[in-house]
């Protein structure tokens, strides 16, 4: 599964996300982990059937969006 991260993780940062992710999917899963700051911060999974945001980036994103609607 692709991770992009905002920023690079240590060895036990990835292991633990690895071992939640598979706790929660039940089953076990590989990672495959980039970097990419343009994010700020958190992380986004690409999920074969769903990407999952949760990074500062998608927050900015969403209260941009808000505000246009409002204008």
Same mark, same amino acid.
């Not at 980039?34 to 209260?63: Q, Y």
């Given at each position: 599964?692709? !991770?992009?991260?905002? $920023?690079?993780?240590?060895? #036990? #940062?990835? &292991? ?6 598979? #706790? !929660?999917? &039940?089953? %076990?899963? %590989? ?10 911060? &958190?992380? #986004? *999974?690409?999920?074969? @059937?769903?990407? !999952?945001?949760? @990074?500062?980036?998608?927050? *900015?994103?969403?209260?941009? $969006? %808000?505000? *246009?609607? @409002?204008?």
């Amino acid at each position: 599964m692709p !991770v992009r991260a905002a $920023q690079a993780l240590s060895p #036990e #940062e990835a &292991g633990l996300l690895k071992s939640r992710l598979a #706790e !929660v999917l &039940g089953r %076990e899963i %590989e990672i495959a982990l980039t970097t990419d700051p343009s994010l700020i911060a &958190g992380l #986004e *999974l690409d999920a074969p @059937h769903a990407v !999952v945001r949760n @990074h500062f980036r998608a927050d *900015l994103d969403r209260i941009r $969006q %808000e505000l *246009l609607r @409002h204008d």
